[in-house]
């Protein structure tokens, strides 16, 4: 086995080890053991645990937010957009669950850039610019879209992260669902929003 494909191969046993037991739960000489190498091959490789976790989350960050980059990089109705975005992350979730697993857990190797929520903090960015423009086009505060980003991605991600354990419903009706309560409500949309409790009442 070349060197490269002694990497890959440690790379995917860490891997599913990571996904079972978390970074605290695994060991090197667990995932020495399992890849039938002895730990200095580990170390050799990747200079301990520490160093395998973070090649392993930095990939899965990568693949997770090219996946909702590209789906919110392309043109179409802001509908469209939500739906593109709530389907990139379930289907991610789909074909990678040992990843998500990954990514949901934070560890204090990954706390700088490496934890689920940083990554969902850069795809509300992107989405931040898209509503600034939408909310101006239609005569709305666009100095509120941050928060507004930060809600919807907030919404599809926890979705996501239940959705993950549970299932059920199918991939394509739990993303009809996001749209159905993302759109609607943002299609009755009200231009200074107060709180039930807060609004003036008759006298």
Known sequence: MSARERREQLLTVARALFAERGFEGTSVE?????????????????????GVYAVIVDREVQALLGALSGALSERGHPKQLVERAAFALL???????????????????AQATGTFSSLIGDVATQVEHLLAH??????????????????????????GQHWAEVREPSKEEVAAHLVNLAWNGLSDFEADPVLPSREPTAE
Request: proline share 8%.
């Open 134 to 159: 939408q909310f101006s086009k239609r005569g709305l505060d666009p100095s509120a879209a941050p928060i507004y980003s930060q809600m919807l991605v907030g919404m599809v991600a926890l979705t």
């Open 30 to 50: 667990e995932i020495a053991a399992r890849a039938d190498v002895s730990k200095p091959v580990v170390y050799e490789h990747f200079g301990g645990k520490e």
């Open 91 to 109: 289907s991610y979730i789909e074909s990678s669950p040992d990843g998500f697993r990954i990514l949901v857990r934070d560890s204090p190797v």
